[in-house]
């Protein structure tokens, strides 16, 4: 009983890894009860593990098919995997179940938005929370939906009413976070990323998206700090490391910079974002072989930015910068 109260205390203030740590040091009987299954999910989930978090919930949903706490995080988690079919048989075998609980209608709408019908998935979310007013998560929901359409008023109503509901609902700040950032108001975004990131400090896309706004702000070292301690708390996440390279890149870091790199190449060899800061650290460098070579490799796998690239293959003496908007 210490055990199980450890690890629900350690996820109720979002350290992942001690419950991670405190739920697998339970015996096996304990540790493949429904309870445990999904605290282990949300606990990878918490930290973007999603592949991972999504296992504990299919072993889960086996054991306690009627089981309806959670289920809205297995739908979100399914959401972000892009696994429309087991998004839509989740969605259906809840509904059939438990037509008037919120955690289906959430299911509902998350299959909608993946199906790209946001004006659908918005009715689901909101029937979710005419079921529950105190349904932070399905506020949310809907706050996302409005930023797809770019309804970024309704977007912030929604989010103030996820924080109406549960104060400590930390993805509620991200979303009115998400917002500022998108309407050029930088510090605003940069106070509600840090407030979420105070209520979950070890989430690596939370500090991100601080190093993302402190960057915009032209403030480079204090969005390395943030890209650093980002990297160290998710090692595998690409688009994180692709950020503290440039960052490392632009405040003239050469040889870290060059580091990250080789690690970044092995974690995504097929980006040609990546190619092209390895072709503009080598330019710096004056390793015009090497350059060109990794110029020419990120044209040929995205052709589409070719005029950038082909200016930066014949011109070695400005930086010329890339979008990264394609980075995963």
Not at 199 to 211: F, Q, S
Request: charged share 25%; hydrophobic share 40%.
């Amino acid at each position: 009983m210490k055990k199980l109260g450890n690890g629900y205390y350690a996820l109720s203030r979002f350290q992942c890894q001690d419950a991670i740590q405190a739920f697998g040091s339970l015996p096996s009987a304990q540790q493949g009860t429904p309870w445990v299954l999904s605290q282990m999910g949300r606990s990878h989930y918490e930290q973007a593990a999603y592949a991972e978090a999504e296992k504990f919930f299919r072993r889960m949903r086996v054991q306690a098919p009627s089981r309806l706490q959670d289920m809205e995080v297995y739908s979100t988690i399914l959401w972000h995997l892009k696994r429309e079919t087991d998004l839509s048989f989740l969605a259906h075998e809840l509904v059939d179940s438990a037509w008037h609980s919120p955690q289906a209608w959430c299911a509902v709408g998350n299959a909608w938005s993946l199906a790209r019908d946001p004006e659908q998935a918005l009715r689901c979310f909101k029937r979710a929370t005419q079921l529950d007013p105190k349904f932070a998560y399905a506020f949310t929901l809907q706050g996302h939906e409005h930023v797809t359409n770019e309804e970024y008023d309704k977007a912030l109503t929604a989010y103030r009413q996820a924080i109406g509901a549960d104060r400590r609902h930390y993805n509620a700040y991200y979303g009115i976070g998400r917002v500022q950032e998108r309407l050029g108001a930088y510090e605003k975004a940069y106070d509600h990323y840090y407030a979420a990131q105070t209520i979950n400090p070890n989430n690596a896309v939370l500090i991100c998206c601080m190093g993302g706004v402190l960057e915009k702000q032209k403030q480079m070292v204090q969005a390395l700090h943030a890209y650093t301690k980002a990297a160290e708390l998710a090692p595998r996440a690409a688009q994180t490391r692709y950020k503290k390279a440039r960052a490392l890149l632009t405040v003239g870091q050469i040889e870290a910079a060059q580091k990250e790199l080789m690690i970044l190449k092995d974690l995504a060899p097929d980006e040609a974002t990546v190619h092209f800061l390895l072709g503009t650290l080598y330019r710096n460098t004056n390793e015009r072989q090497l350059a060109v070579r990794h110029f020419t490799i990120a044209l040929a796998l995205d052709p589409k930015a070719g005029p950038k690239i082909k200016e930066a293959i014949e011109s070695f003496e400005e930086d010329v910068p890339m979008d990264d908007s394609m980075m995963a």
